[in-house]
């Protein structure tokens, strides 16, 4: 037999060896493709999701899709990511890419996927790993077939089911759910549909289709993508994690379980009483003892995130984080909690899904939805304080911008109970900056600049700065200041280290070429630190919520020291717009110096507005660039 022969019986043999997970035509054949491909990446050709829940401690999961891919800079919508855990252990992973005529050009197995720990930068301890398939052909458009199988060694973490992603347009998907313990539930969010239910050989089965489905995007300043996207929420009634059982069927009882994870926790060693007694040693209100111990918990240990112990749901004791000196938020909390407690403090812990981008907690749905926790401290007056315990910065009372306005599980002995975590004010995260500026008849500008920020924006401020070097935190400097060219003369950031109520720095900044001149004027821009230069895009059709991260409030005053023989020209008029959401001032007025004072305040006090409001969200901000960015006319004297 000559090698070409050879050679042709064992491809055939090869591709024979190969096979579809769908039987499907190629999207040139498809009469759908024209109205599925119209604004979208992707389309999801066909996708079968299947959960079967053995009992409250064994479940499987077995995915089949088949993604239709439109161009090589959305390549990514190819790429299989799995993670996984001892507690969700992969079984199997098969995956083809089939090209534009239908063709298997390649096939994979689980041995072809990178595996690496799934560190997220600053985990110390944990057991999650993730493997990654890379699904990636050069002529397009190709289709990716993935299919795999995993089994869960615990129901608490049952998948949500996501049928579509953004960009990308379904034509057939379909969820199946064989429940054996019949106390699986589900929440439906963006799905018409109803599940059709049957009951067979002592099984509960329940079954979505939907079809047809156009890409989505979020608009911009639109919610979470997530609370966008049709999705079906799983979780069961009754569950075990690492001998241990739990009742999910309704937050009182969910939070007894985590109550029960916590219990002989607790328990402070001598020493650790010792140095607890010495810190609130002469002060006599409870407040200031309760601010004095997060001061001493802040100071003595350090944020890790550790993913052990039952599922990462388990705090290590308190007197492992004391002799440690870290801990992650469950054990740091939980360590800040005992402390309270040895002095008669009442604290509860408080379950959230933290993270301004995180979409909102289903509140109806009792399940495993919490990526954090909190520390809600009572006083005997009935004042409320609450704790921030990952946080070496923060101020008592302060809880972040990823947990406010929040719905949250607070845990007791009682169990668990919904409560809403306090919003900021737009009037507690502020801006202020103070600016001297020194104009020169050659254009030169000398600025010298302080800024403080409080609440919210202390926390942006300290979140960039501190983790770096003092040569970065110059650099940060730099990249801020986008006009002109400038030299730092000094940058102090001492400031920025404050626990207390704000957080600042100062500047001074030698500009070349700030402003622009003719023979007899200097044209001078009034920007201020916190200028605005931003016009949000036309949306005419808008249909999705307005929202923003937070309220704050911007305050600045500039003196502008005008150079000898000049005077002003023409100084822009004054302006004040208020609206349903929003303030905005700025004006100017010349002191007995003869120096000119800029004084500008902006003011968003609302953070979620209807979609009919967003003409008139991007009117205020277009004209408050327009007046950020205006500029001081001086000629020269007659």
Sequence with gaps: ?????????????????????????????????????????????????????????????????????????????????????????????????????????????????????AYDGFSFFSDNRVKVLDLNYSSFPYTVEVEYKMKFNATLFLPTWYPQSPG??????SL????????????SKNI????????TLGAKHMTWEVGFLTAKEREDFGPPVQELLPSIALAPSKFEIENTQGDASNWQDFGKWYYSLGEGTRELNDEAILEVENVVRGLSSEKEIIEALYKYMQDKTRYVSIQLGIGGWKPFSAEYVFRNEY????????????????????????????????????????????????????????DIMW????????????????????????VSEEGGKLIRTPKSLASENVS?????????????????????????????????LLPISEA???????????????????????????????????????????????????????ETINSWSFNPDEDKDRKQEIRLPYVFTEKDSSVYILPDGYEIEAVPEELTIDNEFAHYRIDYRMNKEGNLILKRELVINKDRLPAEYYGSFREFFSEVSKADNAQLVLVKKS
């Design 472 to 526: 970065a935190r110059v650099e940060w400097l730099e990249k801020r200041i986008t006009s002109g060219n400038f030299k730092i003369i000094k940058a102090n950031f001492d400031g920025i280290e404050s626990s207390n109520s704000s957080a600042s720095y100062s500047y001074v900044l030698d500009f070349k070429n700030y402003t622009s001149t003719s023979a007899t004027r200097i044209f001078v821009p009034l």
């Design 327 to 382: 801990g992650d938020c469950k054990a740091l909390t939980n360590y800040m909690q005992a402390i309270l407690e040895h002095l008669g403090i009442k604290a509860n812990p408080v379950l959230i899904r933290r993270g301004i981008s995180e979409p909102s907690m289903i509140a109806e749905f009792s399940s495993n939805q919490f990526n954090h926790v909190l520390l809600r401290v009572e006083l005997e007056n009935g």
């Design 168 to 173: 990308q347009s379904v034509q057939k998907a």
């Design 387 to 410: 704790l921030e315990c990952t946080s070496k910065y923060f101020a008592p009372g302060h809880i972040g911008s990823g947990n406010e306005n929040k719905d949250a599980l607070l």
């Design 176 to 187: 199946k759910v064989i429940d054996h313990t019949k106390g699986v539930r589900f929440y």
């Design 1 to 117: 037999m000559n090698k070409s022969l050879i050679l042709a019986l064992f491809i055939f043999l090869s591709c024979s060896a190969e096979k579809k997970i769908f039987d499907l035509k190629s999207i040139d054949q498809d009469p759908l493709s024209n109205i599925l491909s119209l604004n979208a990446h992707s389309v999801i050709r066909d996708s079968e999701m299947l959960v079967e829940v053995i009992n409250p401690s064994e479940a499987y999961l077995t995915i089949k899709k088949a993604t239709t891919i439109f161009e090589k800079d959305n390549k990514d919508a190819g790429r299989l990511v799995i993670f996984y855990s001892p507690l969700q252990q992969v079984d199997y992973i098969k995956a083809n890419i089939v090209n534009k005529y239908g063709e298997i050009v390649n096939s994979f197995s689980e041995s072809d996927a990178e595996d690496f720990s």
């Design 432 to 464: 202020i900056s103070t600016s001297l500026i020194e104009v020169s008849s050659t254009g030169e500008v000398i600025i010298n600049t302080k800024r403080e920020n409080r609440g919210v924006l202390q926390e942006n401020l300290q979140y960039s």
């Design 192 to 199: 018409k549909s109803e599940p059709v239910i049957a009951d």
